[in-house]
């Protein structure tokens, strides 16, 4: 009988013990968090939150930015510089003299001639005078004088067929350059004496360039003499103007007419 009391001890101890075990599972299992939403709201509640709160995620939303490629595409498709302002470039267009203006005639003749010879062509180009030439005595004679920079050309006109002789020899052999010769003749050829007279020349100083030079000049000068009327086309031409444009003279201290020595600072 005295070994009853310490059962029901033991048996009231059991008891309490179970609900401390049962508490001690549910805090390892952990706090449930009070401010989580249900799972499922209860009955008369709905789900929406209030209008406040769905400002506030809109605000907290982010914002999508544009999409690159697009931009890439635009700019590799635009040309590059396009935005830039042109710049004006003055032109060199000058007016050409009328020396200038007959050699780069006589080129072009030359040219062309070359061209003709080349491929085969007969039919040349022939710049002849709008009338026929005036008629010659048999013994009548042209006398002119030419100049150009330091050459100086003394020209005799006579009835002939077209020969023409400069110190004594050929046109050809005296200036062996097309251009020269071309640049020479050039005044018989505009004016359609070419083959009907002779033409003897004496020229001295200058070079190669100013004797061909001062040989145009005198041959033009001569022309007039025959046929006055022929002024007009050879002044437009430039072919009666002296060409005055002469090689500067070198000064003191310099090595040319206007080249400085280098200058050295140490």
């Known amino acids: 009988m005295a070994d ?7 048996s009231d101890d059991q008891q309490q013990e179970e609900p401390q075990t049962e508490g001690s599972d549910a805090s ?22 209030p209008a406040g709160e769905e400002s506030a995620s809109k605000d907290e939303a982010p ?62 180009e022939e710049q002849a005078a ?19 920079k330091n050459a100086i050309a003394r020209v005799t006109l006579l009835p002939g067929s077209g020969k023409i002789e400069v110190n004594g020899r050929p046109l050809e052999e005296f200036f062996p350059r097309p251009l020269h010769q071309t640049t020479a003749s ?13 033409v003897r020349v004496r020229v001295h100083g200058g070079g190669v360039s100013g004797q061909a030079g001062a040989v ?27 060409d005055a444009r002469a090689k500067e003279r070198r000064k003191a201290g310099l090595k040319k007419a ?4 280098q200058f050295s600072k140490r």
């Open 258 to 261: 206007r080249k400085r020595p």
């Open 63 to 124: 914002v999508e930015e544009p999409a690159e490629e697009p931009q890439a595409e635009k700019k590799k498709d635009a040309i590059p510089g396009a935005d830039l302002e042109p710049i004006a470039v003055e032109s060199d267009d000058r007016p050409l003299s009328a020396e200038e203006k007959a050699r780069r005639e006589a080129e072009e003749e030359e040219r062309a001639r070359r061209e003709a010879a080349l491929t085969g062509d007969s039919d040349e």
């Open 4 to 10: 009853e009391p310490q059962d029901n001890e033991t």
């Open 216 to 242: 145009r000049h005198g041959i033009s000068r001569a022309l007039i003499e025959v046929d006055p009327e022929l002024r007009g086309e050879l002044k437009r031409r430039g072919f009666l103007t002296r």
């Open 186 to 198: 050039q005044p018989l050829a505009i004016t359609g004496y070419e083959g009907s007279v002779d």
């Open 28 to 49: 390892t299992a952990g706090p449930v968090a009070e401010d989580s939403p249900p799972a499922h709201p209860p009955e008369g509640q709905s789900s929406t939150p």
């Open 130 to 148: 709008s009338r026929a030439p005036a008629k010659m005595e048999a013994d009548s004679r042209y006398l002119a004088t030419g100049k150009r």
